[in-house]
């Protein structure tokens, strides 16, 4: 049986219009410089990586190798630069022991400082979020400072949770177990975790509050890797600096609009995506980059990209 959808007159350039502006929207965040065909304008995003490796790192002497001056608010939140060969890496290294490195108040008001500060530094490449409390990575939200809130401030605070989850990465936790206490995953996790491993089985996990191990996680997809914890304790972050490493040598303007382009296309339907991808496209034909690209694979050398 065939059906037939009728549209009034004009229905389909409203809808390509609409989708011409979602296109834009999206594409806005690239910054100022860029301009995609027509009056669309795009913005600069910096690149993220979130180390999600099951086994938490640890301080130890070992990972404090190839770091310039350390820049110090609190010692809650550590902020370095790495040198060397790992040059446009940031590590921020999240040190509340005493508080299984629970997000309060604080800790929210540093990290949103620091995520702010570190996307206007065009030789920032990539940041990772790592643990530096052995056997934690990060326990929710300070319960005991949440308990001390008024019921007015509850929902600001966690709408500043959300907002700096957005700014730094879209990833899931382990276990979302809001309900538990009679209230649900308020930072995000009730639209993150469908969209990275299906309704249904995010639904069973927030319903039960279940907190899943390692294999578990990664064999629903909530993470990339499972690791062996070495003796210095950091093997989750030394698997994070690895790929970190391999993002350095890409383009950074192709690596800011790759990253737009599949943030933004899975949300919207794969004709709209595939706009967004050509949108993102375009921004990379007229940068130096592609010409330096080119010219180094003509001339069989290693290729040396400003971001330009």
Known sequence: MAVAASAAPGALGTLQASRARLVAACCARLGPRWRLPGSWTCPRVDSTIWARGWTPAAGGAAWQRGYSAEVKTEDELRVRYLEEENRGIVVLGINRAYAKNSLSKNLIKMLSKAVD?????????????????????????????????????????????????????????????????????????????????????????????????????????????????????DAAYRKALDLAREFLPQGPVAMRVAKLAINQGMEVDLVTGLAIEEACYAQTIPTKDRLEGLLAFKEKRTPRYKGE
Do not use: W, Y
């Open 117 to 233: 500060a570190l996307k206007s530094d065009k030789k920032v490449r990539t940041i990772i979020v790592r643990s530096e409390v052995p056997g934690i990575f990060c326990a929710g939200a300070d319960l005991k400072e949440r308990a001390k809130m008024s019921s007015s401030e509850v929902g600001p605070f966690v709408s500043k949770i959300r907002a700096m989850i957005n700014e730094i990465a879209s990833s899931a936790k382990m276990g979302l177990v809001e309900t538990k206490l009679a209230i649900i995953p308020g930072g995000g996790g009730t639209q993150r975790l469908p969209r990275a491993i299906g309704m249904s089985l995010a639904k069973e996990l927030i319903f039960s509050a279940r907190v899943l191990d390692g294999q578990e996680a990664k064999s629903v997809g909530l993470i990339s890797h499972v690791l062996e914890q070495n003796q210095e304790g």
